[in-house]
């Protein structure tokens, strides 16, 4: 599967921006999606997930109550609404995908394909 995320930016603390993944190749469907995030010097982390139905997302702490996953198993999309942003969100984020699940405790050994990152960087 090939995945296109976009909607990366430069915003101030307390902002909002959305991030979109777009999914080609295979069935969307199919598909457990999320969302890593790689800060310079740091290593990737998991951020989201969102189960293929779009009933079940998983969010690591530092997030909860800030961003939130859905997904359009129509359009082939999935969507990271980041609210009341952080400096310390600034990262590359990346889209992922893989047929089994992904959790707060996934690396990204665990994910089967990435999009492009998209970089979002928040001022203070």
């Known amino acids: 599967v090939q995945l296109q995320a976009s909607g990366g930016g430069l915003v101030q603390a307390g902002g909002c921006l959305r991030l979109?993944?777009?999914?080609?190749?295979?069935?969307?469907?199919?598909?457990?999606m999320g969302w890593f995030r790689q800060a310079p010097g740091k290593e990737r982390e998991f951020v989201t997930a969102i189960s293929k139905s779009g009933n079940t997302t998983f969010y690591v702490d530092s997030v909860k109550g800030r961003f939130t996953v859905s997904r359009d198993n129509a359009k082939n999309t999935v969507i990271l609404q980041m609210n009341s942003l952080k400096p310390e969100d600034t990262a590359a984020y990346y889209c992922a995908a893989d047929k089994r699940r992904l959790s707060p405790t996934s690396t990204r050994n665990d994910v089967g394909y990435w999009g492009q990152g998209t970089q979002v960087t928040v001022s203070s």
């Open positions: 979109s993944c777009t999914a080609s190749g295979r069935t969307f469907s199919d598909y457990v």
